[in-house]
């Protein structure tokens, strides 16, 4: 199993639109891709001082499968244009898991 993990930010104003915008619009659109062993999409939200961190946890069976979705550069970040991010991380982290007691996806 390898996840892909990426990191925005935006305004406490902006917060609940961008998370709105996550949920109804950019996740089902990548679930729209079809891409063989995609196995679903986390979101995380933390409140901060003076902005909202939104961390995405993607899930998929092999790197086969996360070069499908992002292609050979696949650490790069993909974020979808939009008004609300302050600022991301333009680099994803993609880490190997290995299932061990944990019934997940």
Known sequence: ???????GYTSKLDANTYEDLLKEEIFPGIEKKSVKGYKGIQLLRRDLETEVEFTTIMWFNNMESVKQFAGDDYETAYVPENEFIVHCCKICNTISKIRTGWSGF
């Open 1 to 7: 199993m390898i996840s892909r993990i990426w990191h």
